[in-house]
Structure formats: C-alpha cells, structure tokens
C-alpha cells in the first residue's frame, strides 16, 4: 500500500554517502591498502568502525571543510595504529571519494523518482567533491544542500531547515532518505519531514556511522524498493 503522505509529497530528499553510493566500499577500498603499506592491516569491518569514530571526532568543534575532516582521520588513523602518515597519504580518503561507485540501483531509482517529485540531495561534504560524483554517475539533483554551503554537518537540523528553506516547502511535503539513524532520520525526523532508512547493510550492525534508536516511517533494503513503495512502476 502506498504511504499516506505520498499525495502531499512535493520533493524527496537524500543523504549521498551509503545511499546513493557505496561508501563503504569506497572507504575500506581506499583504506585497506594504506594500512597494509603500514603493516597494520585491518579487517572491513574494523576499519568502518575506526572510520565512524575518527570522522565523528573530526566534525567536533568549530567547522572546517570536509577535505579536512578527511585528512584528520587518516591522521588519527595513523595516531591509533602507530604510523605517521606522508602529505600524499593524508589525501587517501579525498583523492578517492569522487571515483567511489554508486550503488547499481540508484541512477535509475533517481530517474524514476524525478520523473514525479523535486530530488534533493543532503550531504556532509565539499561542493566539490560532490560534483565530482555527479560527474563519475552521470546524475544531478534538482537542489544541493552540502556541508560546506551551510557551515554544519548532519546530524545538525540546520542542514534539514536549510533544504526545506531552499525548496520553498513545508516540512510534511518533503521525504528524506538515509542510511543512517543518527546523521539522517533522526534530525530529519525532528525538523517534522518524513523519513525512509535505506538499509543497505541487510541488518548487520556496526558501519560507518554511529548508532542510534532513531525510527523511520518507512524501512526498504534499496531505492528499487523505495521506487516501488512510492507507488511508481517498478525498475527495469
């Protein structure tokens, strides 16, 4: 059955990293082989949940761009497991991001969502990087809200008032979709917009990101799903 709210909806909103694309694989993908090198090899698991500690300690504190939030976490890396990290090292996790994959459903599941509804995208990273993403898939959104352009990083609700604003519409009017409980739903949840957990894991817990009990509205495994849910003809 078709949810409720799908005849007010006016825009869907998403979160880029682990929904759109394949985060987690970008991360390890890009992490693993500098561990190696370092002869501190760790396993996926491990190195996603170094990753979602030292990326939450570096977003503490005042702002600073995400390139540098990326460096500060091959620096704690580097601080944890014993290694000092060269200039070109510190650039592992940046250098990659924009060649990271997206998920094999997504341009198609975004094509069809935008055929119907405004996309928005909400994401903690530098314009720039996101645009090389757009590049590397081949799709844009209809309007971008980065960390950058607002001076926060999700879970901070400005990042969730700042897309409402700029789309022009009431919270009850927009759905946001996220993998993440705590950088995604919960504050999404609170600025009053709908909310779709993307679970992308299967179930498995742990991550990149850190936990909360945060609930969405609605729970799908992959944007087909959530294409289908919506009440649109299903992906090809």
Not at 132 to 149: D, K
Not at 215 to 222: F, G, H, I, W, Y
Request: glycine residues 8%; negative net charge; charged residues 20%.
């Amino acid at each position: 059955m078709v949810p409720a709210f799908v005849p007010q909806l006016q825009a869907i909103s998403f979160d880029c990293y682990g929904t759109i694309i394949d985060w987690e694989r970008g991360i390890v993908d890009a992490i693993a082989p500098l561990l190696r090198r370092h002869k501190c090899p760790k396993e996926p698991e491990e190195i996603l949940s170094l990753y979602a500690h030292l990326e939450l300690a570096a977003e503490a504190g005042p702002f600073k761009p995400y390139t540098t939030v990326l460096q500060d976490v091959v620096d704690g890396l580097g601080a944890e497991l014993g290694f000092s990290p060269s200039e070109s090292e510190r650039r592992t996790i940046v250098d990659s991001l924009p060649r990271w994959p997206p998920f094999s459903d997504s341009v198609p599941a975004l094509r069809s969502l935008g055929s119907k509804w405004a996309v928005a995208v909400v994401s903690n990273v530098d314009d720039d990087l996101f645009a090389g993403t757009c590049r590397r898939i081949g799709w844009s959104p209809n309007l971008v809200v980065t960390a950058q352009s607002v001076g926060r990083y999700k879970p901070d609700p400005a990042m969730f008032t700042t897309a409402l604003r700029r789309l022009e519409l009431e919270p009850s009017q927009v759905l946001h979709v996220g993998c993440s409980p705590f950088h995604d739903i919960a504050p999404a949840s609170a600025a009053g917009m709908h909310t779709c957990v993307v679970e992308r894991r299967a179930g498995r817990s742990g991550g990149a990101t850190p936990p909360s009990g945060a609930k969405a509205e609605l729970t799908v495994r992959d944007l087909a799903e959530l294409v289908r849910t919506l009440g649109l003809p299903p992906l090809r």
